[in-house]
């Protein structure tokens, strides 16, 4: 019998066959801002997919800070683990659900791409630097690079994603923008609503565990939490001779499973009582249809408060958050008052971009090690250039 060799086609027939009808299918897809021809044998979202991991901004999230700096330990989340783990999550969810995982995998993979180095302190002091000269916002940087920063093909700036992944990227967090190329009352895919909440279980838990690591937390006073009480709880009864470390994987990967089933049943009851057949449905709600139901809610939302007040808050995680701080404003002055302290392949974007959102992108491109690097380079006299 001869062996089948499938092509693009015969993949996009395998979707409408498989998958709900309101996924997001690629043959679907609106379409790319600059035509290409399709590829021979994957789909626009897989090709998608392929274009973010090949990126520079991809590989540069290897050492860009999740909560814990690069050199503090060599088993710290980093953006890209983080965005690795999320992508698995978003991947089971849309499995689960009948979706386009290569969509919500797409989407999720390229959702951190915009962070600047340190995390969200550098975010936020460059947010403040650029208030008035068009603020910064992680996920609209993201759009940018993919859009136009990132440079790989001849015909075209950016990375020339399909309408249905930037618009995921621009609107998976709800409510984030009030303009922009997709800021319009509609919904993103029921895909791109999955990333925000494969996002929130992955950091909650993952930040959890290192924070456990790190023992800036401790086990006992974690049982105030129910989310952890019960899920520990029920590891430590099965498994009573483990250890320590072993049972604090165990729970995690408990409870990232238990919201994960919430997420989806919910999600269910939902498409259900608003009776959605089509992606055309999904995009004309009034309100998204990703969410948890109300009691798992209130249990995430209480080990999220946990965390910000006793990991984030943590003296030794805001003294290296106003160090952060300190760089990328250090960084960023240094560069706007004497703009010829700029590589010249950067300062050559100035007259087209403006000198602020110039050093801005070459910050916000930086890694961690590249900014504290290129912040001795600018102040320290003895730090060779």
Same mark, same amino acid.
């Given at each position: 019998?001869?062996?089948?060799?499938?092509?693009?086609? #015969?993949?996009?027939?395998?979707?409408?066959?498989?998958?709900?009808?309101?996924?997001?299918?690629?043959?679907?897809?609106?379409?790319?801002?600059?035509?290409?021809?399709?590829?021979?044998?994957?789909?626009?979202?897989?090709?998608?997919?392929?274009? &973010?991991?090949?990126?520079?901004?991809?590989?540069?999230?290897?050492?860009?800070?999740?909560?814990?700096?690069?050199?503090?330990?060599?088993?710290?989340?980093?953006?890209?683990?983080?965005?690795?783990?999320?992508?698995?999550?978003?991947?089971?969810?849309?499995?689960?659900?009948?979706?386009?995982?290569?969509?919500?995998?797409?989407?999720?993979?390229?959702?951190?791409?915009?962070?600047?180095?340190?995390?969200?302190?550098?975010?936020?002091?460059?947010?403040?630097?650029?208030?008035?000269?068009?603020?910064?916002? @992680?996920?609209?940087?993201?759009?940018?690079?993919?859009?136009?920063?990132?440079?790989? #093909?001849?015909?075209?700036?950016?990375?020339?994603?399909? @309408?249905?992944?930037?618009?995921?990227?621009?609107?998976?967090?709800?409510?984030?923008?009030?303009?922009?190329?997709?800021?319009?009352?509609?919904?993103?895919?029921?895909?791109?609503?999955?990333?925000?909440?494969?996002?929130?279980?992955?950091?909650?838990?993952?930040?959890?565990?290192?924070?456990?690591?790190?023992?800036?937390?401790?086990?006992?006073?974690?049982?105030?939490?129910?989310?952890?009480?019960?899920?520990?709880?029920?590891?430590?009864?099965? @498994?009573?001779?483990?250890?320590?470390?072993?049972?604090?994987?165990?729970?995690?990967?408990?409870?990232?499973?238990?919201?994960?089933?919430?997420? &989806?049943?919910?999600?269910?009851?939902?498409?259900?009582?608003?009776?959605?057949?089509?992606?055309?449905?999904?995009?004309?709600?009034?309100?998204?249809?990703?969410?948890?139901?109300?009691?798992?809610?209130?249990?995430?939302?209480?080990?999220?408060?946990?965390?910000?007040?006793?990991?984030?808050?943590?003296?030794?995680?805001?003294?290296?958050?106003?160090?952060?701080?300190?760089?990328?404003?250090?960084?960023?002055?240094?560069?706007?008052?004497?703009?010829?302290?700029?590589?010249?392949?950067?300062?050559?974007?100035?007259?087209?971009?403006?000198?602020?959102?110039?050093?801005?992108? #070459?910050?916000?491109?930086?890694?961690?090690?590249?900014?504290?690097?290129?912040?001795?380079?600018?102040?320290?006299?003895?730090?060779?250039?």
């Amino acid at each position: 019998m001869a062996v089948e060799k499938p092509d693009r086609s #015969y993949f996009e027939a395998q979707e409408i066959e498989r998958l709900a009808p309101y996924a997001a299918y690629s043959r679907a897809s609106r379409g790319r801002a600059h035509p290409e021809p399709e590829h021979a044998y994957r789909t626009a979202y897989q090709r998608d997919r392929d274009r &973010v991991v090949h990126s520079t901004a991809f590989r540069r999230l290897e050492y860009k800070t999740q909560v814990f700096v690069n050199h503090e330990g060599d088993h710290y989340r980093t953006r890209l683990t983080h965005s690795l783990e999320a992508a698995q999550i978003a991947r089971a969810l849309a499995r689960r659900l009948l979706l386009n995982e290569d969509l919500a995998e797409t989407v999720t993979l390229a959702h951190d791409l915009g962070h600047t180095p340190f995390g969200h302190a550098g975010q936020d002091e460059m947010n403040g630097l650029m208030k008035e000269h068009g603020g910064f916002e @992680h996920n609209l940087q993201a759009l940018r690079i993919v859009d136009y920063l990132e440079k790989r #093909y001849p015909g075209f700036r950016g990375l020339n994603l399909t @309408h249905e992944v930037r618009e995921g990227i621009f609107k998976h967090s709800p409510g984030a923008h009030a303009d922009g190329p997709f800021a319009d009352a509609s919904q993103p895919t029921l895909e791109a609503q999955l990333v925000d909440l494969a996002d929130e279980i992955a950091y909650t838990n993952h930040d959890l565990e290192d924070g456990l690591t790190s023992k800036i937390l401790q086990l006992e006073p974690l049982n105030e939490l129910a989310l952890w009480r019960e899920h520990f709880g029920q590891c430590c009864e099965a @498994h009573p001779n483990e250890t320590p470390k072993l049972l604090v994987k165990m729970t995690v990967r408990a409870i990232i499973g238990t919201l994960i089933t919430d997420l &989806v049943e919910e999600i269910r009851r939902r498409l259900d009582a608003h009776d959605i057949r089509t992606a055309a449905d999904v995009k004309s709600q009034p309100d998204r249809l990703s969410s948890f139901t109300t009691t798992t809610e209130a249990k995430k939302t209480q080990l999220k408060q946990y965390l910000f007040v006793n990991l984030y808050r943590d003296y030794r995680v805001v003294r290296m958050a106003e160090k952060a701080k300190r760089v990328i404003r250090e960084l960023f002055l240094g560069y706007t008052s004497n703009p010829l302290q700029l590589p010249p392949h950067i300062r050559a974007r100035v007259d087209d971009d403006g000198l602020h959102r110039v050093a801005c992108d #070459y910050i916000a491109g930086m890694t961690d090690r590249f900014a504290a690097d290129e912040h001795r380079k600018l102040f320290d006299p003895r730090e060779r250039l």
